[in-house]
């Protein structure tokens, strides 16, 4: 073990720019691996503190997922209800002083003056009964059934439009609850978090028809929180969850949760793409440093050390490389991701800004992970020149390694093929489905021209040497014959000059084809005249439609459904996007009917996608078994299938169906059909309301939201760490691979080439591999990308900014005679004798 590891040291000092090379690939990888695996596990484990329930020290609620057998549960997006009943049967257990149920519900409030109502603002309001467990300071008195209770901030924002400033005890507001409308007195203003405004009892109890949200608790002084937690969890059954500590956030605000899901659905998919591609780029600078030790090597074997010896050599000399990158890309991988958790959260990537989770678990975690990659790859790269019989292992490493084996070609061959036929998937389904399809073809075609490049490389420069003849310039016959002569050389930095166009194609053109066949279908599918952006109540779109030259207004809600369906003996359980719509949706959308009509959209009704209806084996007239984002199983009637399911969800439901189960007690959006007075008189009744926004929708305008540009700012923050890495990487190898030609320059300049000459033919070989890597990265990702748009959009190009393809092209070619002709100059300029 000793001799192995002064080996490893001796072997290092040998070829320290090739391990140089290896370390900076781990420090780059290691550092975008640790801040996925950071963001992961703070999605997993990180806690916000109650604000408005901090007083209550127990929250009785639902699970908030739906189990499935054999697999994680399904998370719930919206409030799963509990029996308002349920705060009875807790009040009795021991050492609960008080308990109160707690429910959200949007209201308007709007100043009344002069008999005149003024501005309207669009709040939450919850029962009194749980703000007065932290007993907060109140001027007035206690809400009754004919009067409120406003936070002060509140009270201040609503006295702004009129003359005598903040509203005070006595005043009067007119308040918008559910579909009523009524006048009531402000009996109290209270400094309190959270809510901001607080109703009686019995006027929540009427609307909430004794399904609330959660149950809040409050222990007697002295009262130990985990026995009398556990005692409760006795009393209320298995079927709800009692949380305590910082956890209770996440039951208070279900944002917090839902961020959790988010920033977890989105760090493990970084986390977990990422690896892939530090594998790649780490054993491609494996290959280049050991190629440039098979001399060592098959001396090693000559004076009698075993393959188990050289390949623990190997190991050995790869995982110092390893940890001299990783310390440093472990530290700088924390720091990433509180950067990104930030700027995620600023974006609106994520509904909530979590605090990040420093711990050392996710560090251990990237480290071994790291090391454990390295490893085996060393030991697999070195795997065939450890088993070499000395004499023959002497022999090959003075010349190019034998070629690949016909097994090694075909299945490269047979990878490329299959890494395009996915994206013809586009021309049959529609949906995420077509585009995740051609995406990860991606993949298996780089994994393909790694083991079908030399082939290739060298049936290309075949052809090419065969057109370049002797009256050719001999830099270019020099280029040209070198490329061909080292085919598994110049495959190798083919396949990762290819990567990064790859990478870089995929990640832009898959995104921007999305994005525009979201905005066409809704492009085409919206024909109201208008758009009301902002949280409106039942009472607010009453008033819409009394607007002169309305004819229609149409509200809508987005959410989600859950399906289960069995596969091969297994129950998956799925969630689909979803949009409520409610009547005569039919007035101000057309979502392209296969079947049915979309005017049958009211009561327990859904529209499907035509795609999901064909897989889901459902059809107009039948019931689907779903469950609603609050986890309440529904089976509505499908009263029709349409074609825009990118625009507008796979499921469009209609709001009386989410009305029925609690959902959708305010509305996203309202679609408003009529003539130019209407938007006139729409626009006048928006200046009284700060919260709603009235757009106009031309023939042009798409109904898209601002979601795809914080998608397309995503794609972007992981694009540009991870194209640089990749480039930075590919300079790495390319130099490295350059500096084992030390011999053959000096070969050259000992056969009268003046240093002029081999820079030349340095550069034209650079030249020459990025145009096949160019070659190779529009057949592996933008070919594909071509298929999807014209599946899509009937447009067979890559459908976003062309200019990215000639831009990246030029990089690389920067990159690559950059890093060639300056590794050729340095070695020029030192003294080499071969």
């Known amino acids: ?100 149920a707690d429910v959200t519900l949007p209201v308007s409030v709007s100043p009344i003056s002069d008999s005149r109502v003024r501005s309207a603002l669009t709040a ?106 556990e005692a409760v969890r006795d ?21 917090v949760g839902n961020a959790r899901l988010e920033l977890l659905a989105l760090a493990t998919s970084i986390a977990g793409t990422l690896p892939l591609l530090v594998g790649c780029i780490t054993a491609s ?31 050995g000399q790869a995982t110092v490389a390893a940890a001299v990158g990783l310390a440093p890309a472990l530290l700088l ?74 097994v090694r070609t075909g299945l490269g061959l047979a990878l490329l093929g299959l890494g395009v036929i996915p994206a013809f998937a586009a021309l049959v389904i529609r949906g995420e489905d077509a585009f995740l399809s051609a995406a990860s073809g991606t993949l298996a075609g780089i994994v393909g021209l790694a083991l079908a490049g030399p082939v290739l490389v060298r049936a290309v420069t075949g052809r090419l040497a065969r057109g370049t003849g002797e009256g050719a310039p001999v830099t270019r016959w020099l280029a040209v014959r070198q490329t061909r002569a080292h085919a598994l050389r110049s495959a190798g930095s083919v396949t990762v000059l290819a990567l990064a166009f790859s990478v870089t194609a995929v990640q832009v053109y898959a995104q921007s084809t999305l994005e525009r066949a979201t905005a066409h279908e809704q492009t085409d599918g919206v024909t109201a005249a208008a758009r009301i952006v902002g949280a409106m109540t039942p009472v607010d779109l009453a008033d819409v439609a009394e607007v002169d030259g309305v004819e229609a207004a149409v509200p809508m809600v987005s959410t989600s459904v859950l399906r289960s369906n069995r596969w091969l003996g297994e129950t998956t359980t799925e969630r689909f996007s979803a949009l409520a719509v409610g009547p005569d949706a039919d007035r101000v959308l057309d979502l392209d009917a296969v079947a049915g009509d979309l005017a049958a959209l009211r009561g327990e009704s859904v529209a499907l996608d035509a795609t999901t209806a064909r897989r889901w084996g459902v059809g107009v007239g039948e019931q689907v078994a ?77 109904l898209t939201t601002e979601r795809p540009w914080l998608e397309r700012w995503l794609g972007v923050v992981v694009l540009i760490p991870m194209l640089g890495y990749v480039l930075v990487a590919v300079a790495a190898s390319l130099r490295t691979t350059t500096r084992r030609r030390r011999e053959e320059f000096a070969t050259l300049r000992m056969l ?51 200019w990215v393809l000639p831009a990246i092209a030029t990089i690389l070619v920067v990159i690559a005679v950059g890093s060639m002709r300056g590794t050729t100059g340095r070695l020029l300029r030192r003294s080499v004798s071969p």
């Not at 600023?346 to 975690?365: C, E």
């Not at 081999?758 to 071509?786: C, D, F, H, K, N």
Request: hydrophobic letters at 50%.
């Open 1 to 100: 073990m000793r001799r192995s590891r002064l080996g490893a040291r001796v072997f290092s000092r040998g070829h320290v720019g090739a391990f140089l090379a290896l370390a900076f690939a781990v420090f780059g990888g290691g550092t975008l691996v640790t801040a996925g695996a950071v963001l992961t596990e703070t999605g997993l484990r990180a806690q916000v503190p109650p604000e408005r329930l901090a007083h209550a020290q127990l929250l009785v609620s639902a699970p908030q997922r739906v189990p499935v057998d054999e697999d994680f549960d399904v998370r719930l997006l919206d409030r799963e209800p509990v029996p308002a009943d349920l705060a009875e049967r807790i009040a009795r257990v021991p050492g609960v002083e008080a308990t109160a």
């Open 124 to 229: 939450d309001a919850h029962d009194w009964a749980v703000a007065a467990l932290a007993s907060p300071p109140l001027h007035g008195s206690a809400p009754a059934a004919d009067s409120i209770v406003l936070t002060r901030e509140l009270a201040t924002d609503l006295g702004e439009s009129l003359s005598t400033g903040a509203l005070e005890t006595g005043d009067r507001v007119d308040l918008s609850l559910g579909d009523t409308r009524r006048e009531v007195r402000v009996a109290g203003i209270v400094d309190a978090p959270g809510a901001a405004v607080h109703l009686s009892t019995a006027t929540v109890a009427s609307i909430t028809r004794e399904r609330v949200d959660l149950i809040a608790v409050r222990l007697d002084d002295g009262a130990d929180t985990d026995t009398v937690a």
């Open 235 to 255: 009393a209320v059954g298995p079927g709800f969850v009692v949380t305590t500590g910082d956890a209770r956030g996440a039951v208070e605000a279900l944002g």
């Open 285 to 315: 600078a494996l290959a280049t440093a050991i190629a440039g030790q098979r001399r060592e090597l098959a001396l090693l074997r000559a004076v009698g050390a075993t393959p188990r010896q050289v390949r623990d050599l190997v190991a």
């Open 333 to 406: 991988g924390y720091v990433l991701a509180g950067w990104c958790n930030t700027k995620l959260a600023a974006a609106g990537v994520v509904s909530v800004q979590l605090p990040v989770v420093v711990s050392p678990l996710a560090g251990a975690v990237v480290a071994l992970l790291t090391l454990t990659i390295v490893r085996v790859s060393a030991r697999a790269v070195a795997l065939r020149a450890s088993r070499r019989p000395a004499t023959e292992a002497i022999g090959e490493a003075q010349v190019e390694p034998r070629p690949p084996t016909r």
């Open 626 to 702: 779903l469950r609603l984002g609050n986890g309440e199983q529904v089976d509505p009637v499908v009263v029709a299938t349409y074609q825009r399911g990118l625009g507008f969800g796979t499921v469009v439901a209609s709001t009386d169906l989410l009305t029925m189960h609690g959902l959708a007690r305010s509305y996203d959006t309202v679609l408003v059909q009529g003539d130019a007075q209407a938007i006139d008189g729409l626009e006048a009744w928006a200046d009284d309301r700060p919260g709603q926004r009235v757009t106009p929708l031309t023939a042009d305008a798409a």
């Open 752 to 802: 009268g080439a003046t240093p002029r000459q081999v820079l030349s033919m340095v550069t034209r070989e650079a030249v020459l591999l990025s145009g096949l890597a160019v070659a190779a990265g529009i057949g592996v990702a933008v070919l594909p990308m071509s298929i999807l748009g014209a599946g899509v959009l009937g447009r067979p190009w890559p459908q976003g900014p062309l």
